[in-house]
């Protein structure tokens, strides 16, 4: 593989992330004017929104099967705009059964894109030699805020959920196909990764040991159990506990996924220079921090302190967790990710139900130390993520793809 053709099926992966980024976030901001298009009830709606990261872990598990037979990138390239077609269709449709056949297909395609792209991101993270997972997950924040920006413009504007989607996927549907042509795989000579392992097979470091896997399976889980904590909750807590207004109530989770992005835009710095353990216990120590002074805020504008404190403290976790699969399981890499990426739904499912759960049977400010407790207990395994120093770019060994990118 080239230099050039490295820089290529990076810049088309980062693009690939930031398309995801953009569409799920078009889904999830606009949940309520789908609940309102469909005539979906309160009481149906938590089965719908459990069902897409059920069958997403589902569409993980296949792609594990799947890439077995054909690379990541054919995935990816036919996963990307599965999800925008269904996504278009949960605008377009009318009926109930237009919804749920819509959202099956989303959170099936959902899975296969995400585990697809973080094994491709993994892949080329061996090829360079250090540390660039956390950049692709930077793409994705990225887009999640213009997705994000796009759908309160649809909502400002009264739009149609269809008039919403529609002229984003005509515009992102053909960009994704395009960009696609570039993706590649991390592999050296004669098909073979830059550690000498074949892609997907066992090895040396390679067999696929769940006992080996659990702590960052647990780590992951831990990690989306604070994301979707500030996801679903920041708003209600921030009025409902702090006294905020409605509108100030909208600010921490756009202060989150702006400072969520900008950690992850220097991640990989940190990571080359202090190394993934280092970093991650920082930011797990950053993150606990954060739900502490969200805990015992006095008032809205600490509680924004805490939920800035967890946007750049849980950001680097997630990527640093799929990246730590790759080094354990080397030639076994892609399975290794995509059972990973299972506990990303699981964290998501458990999360929200957890903290809402506690809040009504004790008090929103103690279920908000729930989430500080789990995500500490990553310290406890945070030696998982070795050694990358020696590894990748912490000045022990001579980098094996040299000056790409």
Request: hydrophobic letters at 50%; charged letters at 10%; one cysteine or more.
């Amino acid at each position: 593989m080239t230099d050039a053709g490295l820089r290529h099926g990076r810049a088309s992966l980062g693009l690939s992330f930031g398309v995801q980024g953009v569409a799920f976030a078009l889904l999830v901001t606009r949940i309520p004017a789908i609940q309102d298009q469909y005539g979906i009830s309160d009481g149906l709606l938590p089965v719908f929104l459990a069902a897409v990261p059920i069958l997403a872990g589902v569409g993980s598990v296949a792609t594990e099967k799947v890439v077995a037979r054909v690379r990541p990138s054919v995935v990816l390239r036919w996963a990307q705009p599965l999800v925008l077609l269904a996504l278009l269709g949960v605008g377009a449709g009318r009926e109930m059964w237009h919804v749920a056949v819509a959202l099956g297909v989303f959170g099936l395609a959902v899975g296969a894109l995400d585990a697809s792209m973080n094994m491709l991101g993994v892949s080329l993270q061996r090829a360079y030699a250090r540390s660039i997972m956390t950049g692709f997950h930077a793409a994705y924040s990225l887009g999640g805020i213009a997705g994000a920006s796009l759908a309160w413009a649809g909502a400002r504007w009264e739009l149609s959920l269809l008039a919403s989607y529609l002229p984003v996927v005509a515009v992102l549907l053909p960009v994704a196909l395009i960009g696609s042509r570039w993706y590649t795989e991390g592999k050296g000579a004669e098909g073979k990764r830059p550690d000498g392992t074949e892609a997907g097979a066992g090895g040396a470091g390679g067999a696929l040991s769940f006992k080996l896997l659990l702590p960052l399976c647990l780590i992951m889980t831990f990690a989306y159990i604070g994301d979707s904590t500030v996801s679903n909750w920041s708003a209600k807590y921030l009025q409902d506990v702090l006294g905020s207004s409605e509108q100030l109530a909208t600010v921490p989770y756009n202060v989150y996924m702006v400072t969520t992005l900008l950690g992850r835009a220097v991640g990989d710095l940190g990571v080359r220079r202090f190394g993934a353990v280092a970093v991650v216990r920082g930011g797990s120590l950053l993150a606990a921090g954060g739900f502490a002074v969200v805990a015992v805020a006095s008032g809205a504008w600490v509680g924004m302190l805490g939920f800035t404190m967890l946007g750049f403290g849980l950001c680097v976790i997630v990527p640093q967790t799929f990246a730590a699969a790759g080094r354990i399981f080397p030639g076994n890499s892609d399975a290794a990710v995509a059972r990973l990426n299972i506990f990303n739904y699981v964290g998501f499912l458990v999360g929200s139900p957890l903290v809402g759960a506690l809040g009504d049977a004790w008090s929103y400010r103690g279920a908000m130390l729930v989430p500080m407790v789990l995500v500490l207990a990553t310290l406890v395994y945070a030696r998982a993520f070795g050694p990358e120093p020696a590894r990748y770019g912490g000045g022990h060994e001579r980098p094996r793809t040299a000056d790409v990118g």
